[in-house]
């Protein structure tokens, strides 16, 4: 059973830095397809941010050049550096991850099984 647990979140103002972390347990094998994404009331899932085995990390536009995700050596914990944030990227954030996700198969941000319970990013003003 694959497990997700997100911190990190909190509230800041506009141009400040967050950074979130999601320790997983149960993924098996050394290969990983994992993604951030954020939910605001009332809009649709955003998917934020995605890192693969050997691939490029992905990022929605909104978020290109100020979030970064990266994942540890041991492939145990998934962070998303935040930078210059603004109110719009206000949310509750969670980490996901394709838990049969094998080296040769497609990464997309539609392929997530396994999601945590989320932690709330606030921007102020």
């Known amino acids: 059973q694959v497990l997700l647990v997100e911190s990190g979140g909190g509230s800041v103002q506009a141009g400040g830095s967050l950074k979130l972390s999601c320790v997983a347990s149960?993924?098996?094998?050394?290969?990983?397809?994992m993604g951030w994404y954020r939910k605001v009331p009332g809009k649709e899932r955003e998917g934020v941010a995605l890192v693969e085995s050997y691939g490029t990390p992905d990022y929605a536009n909104s978020v290109k050049g100020r979030f970064t995700i990266s994942i540890d050596n041991a492939k145990t914990t998934l962070y998303l550096q935040m930078n210059n944030l603004k109110p719009e990227d206000t949310a509750m954030y969670y980490c996901?991850?394709?838990?049969?996700?094998?080296?040769?198969?497609?990464?997309?941000?539609?392929?997530?099984?396994?999601w945590g319970k989320g932690t709330q990013v606030t921007i102020s003003q």
């Open positions: 149960g993924l098996s094998g050394g290969n990983y397809c």
């Open positions: 996901a991850a394709d838990s049969y996700f094998k080296l040769g198969n497609f990464c997309g941000y539609y392929g997530m099984d396994s």
